[in-house]
């Protein structure tokens, strides 16, 4: 099922590579205002969770906690946000999003709130240095 | 864990009782806009999915997925969103929700899009009704 996994273009192009898990590719929204991160599983077709078989969906809640506690214990954020939507992309992929007081959607969903705002490559790189170290 | 559960004032002033499963108290949103219910893991002062322990976990994504499967067979939706937020009320909660084209939110997220349209109250029942079979 891995074999001829690739990222929806939307994804490639919004975002930056991480790690790839047992079942996931982890990915960072390229987006200064949250941080971001993505899980996508290497799934052909998926698009919604009960199209992963048993195993799997265990692993994704698995991937979703470790990607939501690791989030959390870096940014020290109040509170992680865990989305699944697809309605623009329906590659199944996962939103894990660090939310504060204060930021640029709070309380409200960080999804459909503007253009992402980039960040600068250097800051980007050491996002995701300091996301390969904490997840 | 189950001893002294209680929905958050907030989620038992929106919604209506389905269910309670192994891990989550099962309610619908009292919105006509969207088919949409909530999964509300029976387990005091839980915030985020990491605060599950593994099984609880294994058993939270069984119910997302159950929830999501039989809301859309029951609803022919063309999209399930799934959301897990919390930036307003704390207790872990799991949003399962139908999504069509040209519904009052798409294709953005339904959370924060204004207030809710309440079920004539026959509708309401017939709807919560549906659920109990379709689940």
């Known amino acids: 099922m891995t074999a001829g996994f690739s990222l929806h273009p939307r994804l490639a192009a919004d975002t930056i590579f991480v790690a790839d898990w047992v079942l996931s590719r982890v990915v960072a929204m390229n987006d200064a205002r949250y941080p971001w991160l993505i899980l996508v599983p290497r799934r052909d077709g998926a698009t919604e969770i009960f199209d992963l078989d048993a195993e799997d969906c ?3 809640i698995e991937e979703i906690a470790r990607a939501s ?3 959390k214990t870096l940014t020290a954020a109040v509170k992680i946000n865990v989305g ?6 329906p590659q199944l992929h996962v939103h894990i999003v660090a939310r504060n007081p204060g930021d640029a959607a709070w309380p409200g969903p960080v999804w459909g709130q503007g253009m992402a705002q980039a960040y600068r490559p250097d800051a980007l790189d050491a996002f995701v240095r300091q996301l390969v170290n904490a997840l």
């Open 84 to 89: 699944a939507l697809g309605n623009l992309v």
């Open 69 to 71: 506690h690791g989030l």
């Open 58 to 60: 265990r692993t994704m």
